[in-house]
């Protein structure tokens, strides 16, 4: 028995309250709706929070791309607003990121 169930049910024993047996089915059912609504909670929460762990792995994998590839194109000896052009970045980006490197 769950435990808002048998709390509702405690309680109700304890004030001495008679009740039908069709009141006591829609205690239950109220009980089983409010714990389905939990754990509904619960399994978005974890949805949600798996979702956000994938965006910021991706972000982190678009930005170290991002460095390997200035990495590169300095090596060949380009300038960084040649790099910022052709990456389609900001100046003031590829030298935060080549300050990582």
């Known amino acids: 028995m769950p435990k808002e169930e048998k709390h509702s049910l405690d309680k109700l024993k304890k004030n001495k309250i008679v009740i039908s047996k069709d009141a006591l ?45 200035i990495h590169k194109e300095l090596a060949k000896g380009k300038t960084v607003e040649v790099i910022a052009d052709e990456l389609e970045e900001s100046v003031a980006r590829i030298e935060e990121l080549m300050k990582e490197l």
């Open 25 to 69: 089915l829609d205690i239950k059912s109220v009980c089983k709706v409010k714990l389905s609504e939990v754990e509904g909670e619960k399994y978005m929460q974890a949805w949600e929070e798996k979702y956000y762990e994938r965006e910021e792995g991706r972000e982190e994998g678009f930005r170290e791309g991002l460095k390997l590839l």
